[in-house]
Nanobody
Framework: QVQLVASGGGLVQAGGSLRLSCAAS????????MGWFRQPPGKEREFVAA????????AVADSVKGRFTISRDNAKNTVYLQMNNLRPDDTAVYSC?????????????????WGQGTQVTVSS
């Protein structure tokens, strides 16, 4: 079992930055691909970014490419999502997830464990 706790969300003006953190506990953090997903109001959940356990592979959605960066610190069992140049359409509940394996997973069904989500609101 892996427990995930996401934090760092909040209210920010367009053009601003936030850094989300997701702390994992329970089973060993290594061996899990970590991902971030978001669910905008009234819309389906969508992939944002993912990183393999050895940091050898990363992926980000086209909608956030060049603005968002995913990273992880295995010593701290934490994955980060640095979000720059935020836009109002980035407003969503952001959730982190852990999926066992060595691939960069971009679909929710590849993830075994989910955090509770953190709200990000970007005002215009």
């Amino acid at each position: 079992q892996v427990q995930l706790v996401a934090s760092g969300g909040g209210l920010v003006q367009a053009g601003g930055s936030l850094r989300l953190s997701c702390a994992a506990s329970g089973r060993t953090f290594s061996g899990y691909t970590m991902g971030w997903f978001r669910q905008p109001p009234g819309k389906e959940r969508e992939f944002v970014a993912a990183i393999t356990w050895d940091e050898g592979g990363t992926a980000v959605a086209d909608s956030v490419k060049g603005r968002f960066t995913i990273s992880r610190d295995n010593a701290k069992n934490t994955v980060y999502l640095q979000m720059n140049n935020l836009r109002p359409d980035d407003t969503a509940v952001y959730s982190c997830a852990a999926g066992f394996g060595s691939y960069v997973y971009t679909t929710p069904y590849n993830y075994n464990y989910w955090g509770q989500g953190t709200q990000v609101t970007v005002s215009s």
